[in-house]
């Protein structure tokens, strides 16, 4: 008789299932538990989804139509030296695969999104569409005023759009309910540093992307689920290199890649997927006013990364350097998408600063539906072993 199916691989086929569902099924669900609901999408990197949840609406992330859609319709949109996700974003969209969602926040990635989102006010008119600018000033009184107003102008829409204002209790207990999802993701990825062969990079990247469709409290209970799953769960222990893993903030990489870079012997111990989750990195005080919380929290304690405009110029690279220390990483893989202008042109360099520190780095390029995974299993493969054979050295 067959051994049971350990808990964590079931939790695990059910991320997969939510990851592989293009129709997203699983909102349209969560609307006809309750007839009136609404669900708010949203392109990668960061969005105040707290502002959503507060209206009683699902946020839900669309992040692009990875390697399992044939774009057609979206290449009349877009030139061809961009990257895919704005293309396999609007395939989504006018082949009716987005249906469930009542609108589209596209918040300030790069020109393309911004592009992007006056795209999508023209091809669907009917449905709620906001661009969803951050400011460049990180005094409190100048850019914070500006982030507060911004935030205001989403609360007044969503409020209208449900029919009554939404209250500052309401947003407060939201705030309450992502400081508990994003203080699960951080045990997560506490946990996959320490003990980075029981937490496979390719389930927590799953993990994450379930939490784009789930809601937040159901997702913050399956993150949970899956930690103490995972270690009641022994699998074998190899001797790979620490890795950290950068650039991948908006167009994601296939789940094929990611699982190339583990079987090419690297075991990565932080990365910057799907960052809306992390993006603020301490629990944000819900006994204040909420706008101004969550701004201060944008400002001052957030995640660096090329789509965020950095006032301190050299505190560039400290974020990733910090990220290299703190999670005992041995070096560095810069994974970016083709074309994408905010993470190709910041590499050299955050390279730098790396090469300045002497931590080991390599890079190489992607598209969501990248297909032939060899040359970077044998780069990513190599790279592992020339730090192995390195630190033997020393």
């Known amino acids: ?3 049971p199916q350990p808990e964590v691989l079931k939790i695990v086929q059910r991320c997969e299932a939510l990851f592989e569902d293009l129709h997203f099924n699983a909102v349209s669900q969560w609307k006809a538990a309750r007839p009136g609901r609404k669900a708010i ?11 959503i949840h507060a209206a009683g609406m699902l946020p839900v992330g669309i992040l692009g139509g990875g390697d399992q859609i044939e774009v057609i319709q979206g290449d009349a949109y877009y030139q061809s030296y961009i990257c895919r996700i704005p293309r396999s974003t ?6 009716g695969r987005l249906n469930a969602l009542d609108g589209m926040l596209f ?15 023209i091809l669907f008119p009917d449905k709620y569409s906001r661009y969803v600018d951050v400011p460049q000033n990180y005094d409190d009184d100048v850019g914070g005023r500006f982030y507060v107003q911004e935030m205001q102008h989403l609360r007044d829409d969503l409020g209208r759009l449900r ?15 992502y400081n508990a999802n994003r203080a699960a993701l951080a045990d997560l990825y506490a946990y996959r540093a320490a003990k980075p062969w029981q937490a496979p990079t390719s389930e927590v990247y799953l993990l994450q992307r379930a939490g784009m469709v789930l809601p937040v409290e159901e997702h913050t209970e399956l993150v949970r689920s899956y930690l103490a799953a995972a270690e009641q769960w022994q699998r074998p222990r190899r001797d790979n290199a620490r890795v950290v893993l950068t650039g991948s903030f908006c167009e994601q990489p296939p789940l094929s890649l990611i699982k190339s870079i583990e079987m090419s012997g690297c075991y990565v111990v932080d990365d910057d997927f799907t960052l809306v989750g992390r993006w603020l990195l301490d629990e944000v005080p819900t006994n204040g006013n909420p706008l101004e919380e969550l701004s201060k929290a944008f400002l001052h304690r957030s995640a660096s990364t090329a789509a965020k405009y950095d006032a301190k110029r050299e505190e560039k690279g400290m974020f990733l350097l ?3 220390k ?15 202008d905010p993470a190709l042109l910041e590499r050299p360099m955050l390279q730098d600063v790396l090469a ?12 969501e539906n990248t297909g032939q995974m060899a040359p970077i299993r044998e780069q990513a493969g190599t790279f592992a072993d020339s730090i192995k054979l390195w630190s033997a050295a020393q």
């Open 41 to 51: 999408g949203y392109m990668p990197v960061y969005v105040p989804r707290e502002i």
């Open 326 to 340: 703190t999670r005992g990483a041995e070096g560095v893989v810069f994974a970016a998408p083709s074309f994408c």
């Open 1 to 3: 008789m067959d051994a």
């Open 107 to 121: 918040p300030s990635i790069c020109d393309v999104i911004r592009n992007l989102s006056g795209m999508w006010q």
């Open 322 to 324: 910090k990220q290299v």
């Open 163 to 177: 029919g009554a204002p939404i209250t500052d209790a309401e947003l407060n207990a939201s705030i309450a309910a």
């Open 90 to 95: 609007i395939e989504l969209g006018l082949t």
């Open 356 to 367: 300045s520190n002497g931590i080991p780095h390599t890079a190489f390029k992607y598209a």
